[in-house]
């Protein structure tokens, strides 16, 4: 079945830091790959995607990059800030979405 | 108001007893999602819609109904609750894309 998994379960960086965060996947069929936010007490937030047929994807202090070749999956955070603090999701998406377990990161000023 | 929204945020339920959450969105987005959230095992699909009345098992169906009569409407029921389900409960809705969905608040259900 499909599985969407990370490599680290946590992540600790010094604020101004670039932050990378790993994710495995197994499914090549999905059409989409995803990162989310989770910070405490809510609900998963939508940071940036990439479709299957590309390979890099930037938005504001986000890049995604994807490897098919080795089926991973990475997002880069620029500058990390204190806000930047909470848990971190990879998902795949092929009409349902599925989720990976999450690495939280903590950010330490 | 606009979004998606659970209700409720809290219930304790008994062990036997059936149970339905509800999830509303105003988007119209065709696709929604229920999620159930444990530690150590981060978000797991319980079942999914992409349209009324279309609906699909995800990776933890067992134990769950769901229905689809409306497009803004995707209830979960627990039959009959058991202890293992109790959980963090986050329903979901996207667009056709399936990509950015965007989550509810989430329902905290415990069984006792």
């Known amino acids: 079945g499909e599985s969407v998994g990370l490599h680290l379960p946590t992540l600790s960086v010094q604020e101004g830091d670039n932050s990378i965060i790993n994710c495995a996947y197994s499914?090549?069929?999905?059409?989409?790959f995803i990162w989310y936010k989770q910070e405490s007490g809510k609900g998963p937030q939508f940071i940036i995607d990439?479709?299957?047929?590309?390979d890099k994807r930037q938005g504001q202090r986000v890049t995604v990059l994807l490897n098919k070749t080795v089926k991973h999956l990475s997002l880069q955070i620029a500058a990390t800030q204190p806000g930047d603090s909470a848990v971190y999701f990879c998902?795949?998406?092929?009409?349902?979405?599925?989720f990976g377990k999450g690495t939280k990161l903590s950010v330490k000023p | 108001d606009a979004g998606i929204t659970q209700s409720p945020r809290y219930k304790i339920t008994e062990t036997g007893r059936q149970v339905t959450l509800m999830c509303h969105q105003t988007?119209?987005?065709?696709?929604m999602f229920w999620y159930r959230q444990d530690l150590g095992h981060g978000l797991r699909l319980i079942y999914y819609?992409?349209?009324?009345?279309?609906?699909d098992k995800g990776e933890v169906p067992d134990g769950y109904v769901v229905s689809r009569s409306k497009t803004e409407n995707f209830p979960l029921t627990l039959e009959s609750a058991t202890r293992s389900q109790t959980s963090v409960y986050f329903c979901?809705?996207?667009?056709?894309?399936?990509?950015?969905?965007?989550f509810g608040q989430g329902t905290r259900l415990t069984v006792v």
């Open positions: 998902a795949g998406s092929q009409g349902n979405l599925i």
């Open positions: 499914n090549s069929a999905s059409d989409y």
């Open positions: 990439i479709r299957s047929n590309m």
């Open positions: 988007w119209s987005h065709s696709y």
């Open positions: 819609s992409a349209a009324a009345d279309i609906t």
């Open positions: 979901a809705s996207c667009g056709p894309a399936v990509s950015e969905a965007f």
